[in-house]
Structure formats: C-alpha cells, structure tokens
C-alpha cells in the first residue's frame, strides 16, 4: 500500500514508519517538525540523541534498501498544499498521528490551549475535507486517546466507542447507539474529543473509511526496527511536559531522581508498549471498514496500572525514593479503570506486559544517555488552574537555597 504517515517524525510516528516499511509499504511522512520547534521554546531535548528527519530516512535507505519520503507540511496551515498533495498522491491509506499530544502543555496558559485547539482541530478538520474535495478512497486511522472518557468505568468497562442506550419517548422505550460520553481532562483531551464529532459526521455524510484509535499511555522506546542502527533510535520526552509518567519514572531512576508521584498516586491509567503501538496499526490497517460503515472504534491498550503501584515497582527495582507532589493537575485522586480491548486481542495481538524485562532496557537507554538530561526540566509545572499554580511544587529534590532565619 502507499501510506501517508503524518506526524511520522514523532514518538510513535517514527517507529510506525519503520515498521510500515519494513513490511514493504511505500511510506510518506508528512510533517511541519513542530515537536522539534517545541523543544526549543521549552529548552529540552529528547533524551536519546535524534539526527534530522532526513538523516534518519537516509540510514533507514542504507540499511534496508528501502526509500521513505518526506514532505515538510503543516495539516493545520497549510490546507492547499495538503489537497494538492493527497489529489496528486493519491495514497491508499493515510495514519494521523499530526496533533499536539501533551495535556500538561496544552494547560501551559491561554496561548498553549489556543496553539492546542487550532492546531488539532484544524489539522483534522483540513485533512477530512481534503479527503472529500479530492474523492480519494483512502483508509484514514487516527490516533486518539483513552483520556477521551475521562478514566471513570463507573463500575463497567469502557466499550470500544459506542453505547447502546435506551430513551423514553411517548411511544415508550426507543433504543439508541451512541458514542461513548466523553469526559476530557485537559485541553487536549479536549479536541481528541471534538475529533470524535468530526469523524462521526464525515463518515456520515461523505462516507469517508475512518477508524479512531482510542490508545492509553504509551511507554517504552525501542522496536525491533528503531535497534537496527544507532541513528534510528526513536524520540524519547521525559521532561515534565511531554515525558508521560512511566516512562519519566524509569528515567528518574537511571539518574537517582526522586520520583515524582503526583497526589497519592491513586490514579489509574491505560498502558501499551510502544512495539504493540505499531502492532495495533497494523492491525487496525488490515482491518478497513466499509464506505458508509460507522467510524470503527478500538481501545488501543493492553494493562492498566495505578500511579503509586508503578512508582513503587521501580522504586523497588532500581532502589530511587518516591517524592509525593501536590498534584500540578485536576484530577480523581482516586480511580479504578477497566477498558474492553477485545477487538485487538481478537485481531490477534499479543500484549507485551510490563513483566517482561522491558523496564529494564528503558533504564539502560536512560543510562546511557543521563548525561543530556537537565534535571531542571524534570519537574512537571504546568498547573491546571490558578489556584493550583500556588502549591506547585517546582523543586522536587528539595535543592533550592533555604532561608537561614
Ligand atoms: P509527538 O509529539 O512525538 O508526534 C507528533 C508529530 O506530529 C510531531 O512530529 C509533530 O511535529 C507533528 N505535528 C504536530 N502538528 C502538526 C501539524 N499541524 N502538521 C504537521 N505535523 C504536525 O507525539 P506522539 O507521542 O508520537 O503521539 C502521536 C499521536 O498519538 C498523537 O496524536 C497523540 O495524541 C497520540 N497518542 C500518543 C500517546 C503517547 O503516550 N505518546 C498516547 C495516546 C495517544
Ligand atoms: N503523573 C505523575 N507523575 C508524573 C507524570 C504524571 O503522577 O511525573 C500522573 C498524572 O498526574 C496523570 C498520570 O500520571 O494522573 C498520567 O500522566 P501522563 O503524563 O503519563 O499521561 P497523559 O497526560 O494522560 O497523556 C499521555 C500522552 C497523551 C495520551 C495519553 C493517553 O501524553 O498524548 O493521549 O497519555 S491517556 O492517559 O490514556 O489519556
């Protein structure tokens, strides 16, 4: 298949390009590099030393054979290029990983919600009518997220998208399927959730083939592909913005930093590894639905955990101190969580779980590379409102100068 992959320069991106060309598909990244640009306007860098987009699809050439493109566009500013682009293209299926990802970002002030909402929103909306005005059949999988529904089971396990319901009419009871109630805690949570409305009503009206899917926290940093050459190593965030918490924890454990639990730790979370993100993809590209069929919908997870347990996990394997923050986020203290991901498993998946050593090649990635860490960057300041801005707490490791009186 021909496969446009946007966002193929980021953290999941990458390693779905690799694995997509590895099985012999003709790849095109599209991609504006806003993630880099955004590392420095926060002044980080990603732990793992990661070359230029085009030297990395040069090495992937020298090591396989195998050309990949690469097209720098910006989805969301850029709508005639992106129709001139898919009308001259014409791919037979497209992956849209091309959205700003990190809540704690988008919660920065009101010019990062803003950048969060035009972006995302933009950049969906200008690919779906792109889609339509070109009349090209492609199959589009986007990546949404768990956090959608706002990590509440009430009780039952959150179903892969829709939700048979009943309404009581004058004529008595009418029966009703809809999407799942979404419940976003963050800004973009938020437009992963207006996403949901734009794919309902494209595949609607224009029968457009799209499948959404709904992934949990995704941790880890190598695939089978991204080992095959130093200059391949994927992207990897651990600073209190864009690092997500498990992957953050095993960081801090490589170079003794206390890890940073907010609140009790009593939240509960989706988990996947990033070799079963690429996995699913290819799962779910296999698995195309039908014009006029409804938007397809999967859980894109594979275990969840809670907060405290998986500090007290690396804690015990690496033997770092767990330092207990107020929490920079609004948030349950407290929650249990139990998703459906039948659909995968059926598909043929086969979870790769937190038991399985992996921890451990993350912390020796993070050992590796401790010394472009800047411990600065690690705590998570970004506050949800103001009020919970005054009880931040910037200074984990208790290091600031304290007043002698
Ligand atoms: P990332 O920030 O590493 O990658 C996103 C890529 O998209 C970047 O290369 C960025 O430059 C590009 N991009 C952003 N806006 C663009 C635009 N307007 N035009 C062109 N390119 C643009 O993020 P990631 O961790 O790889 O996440 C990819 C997708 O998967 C996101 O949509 C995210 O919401 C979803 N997701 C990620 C996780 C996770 O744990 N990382 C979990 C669940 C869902
Ligand atoms: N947390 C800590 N300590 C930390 C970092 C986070 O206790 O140092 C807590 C947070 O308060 C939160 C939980 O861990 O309760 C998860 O935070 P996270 O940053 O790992 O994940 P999140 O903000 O939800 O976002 C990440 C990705 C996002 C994706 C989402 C999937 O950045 O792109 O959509 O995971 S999900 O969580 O299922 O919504």
New binding site residues.
Partial sequence: MKIAVLGGDGFCGWPTVLHLSDQGHEIHIIDNLSRRWIDTELGVQSLTPMDSIQERCRIWKQETGKELHFHLLDLAREYERLRGWLSDHRPDAIIHFAEQ????YSMKSDRHKIYTVNNNVNATHNLLTAMVETGIDAHLVHL?????YG?SSVGAPIPEGYLDIEIDTPDGKKAQEILYPTRP??V??MT?SLDQILFQFYAQNDGLRITDLH????WGTHTEQTRRHEQLINRFDYD?D?????N??LIQAAIGYP?????T?G?T??FIHLQDSVRCIELALADAPRAGERVRIFNQ?TETHR?RDL?ELVAKMTGTEIAW?P???K?AAENDLVVENAQFLALGLNPTTLQEGLLDEVVEVARKYAHRIDRKRVP?VSAWTKDIAKRVETDPEGKRLKSAS
Avoid: C
């Fill in positions: 990802r990190a809540a704690p949404g997220t768990m956090g959608v990590y805690g963050s973009y949570h992963k992934q949990g926290i995704v209190g864009y690092g997500t918490v498990l953050r924890f890890l940073t639990v907010h609140g730790g939240q979370r989706a997870m907060v500090a923050l929490n920079p986020r948030e998570a």
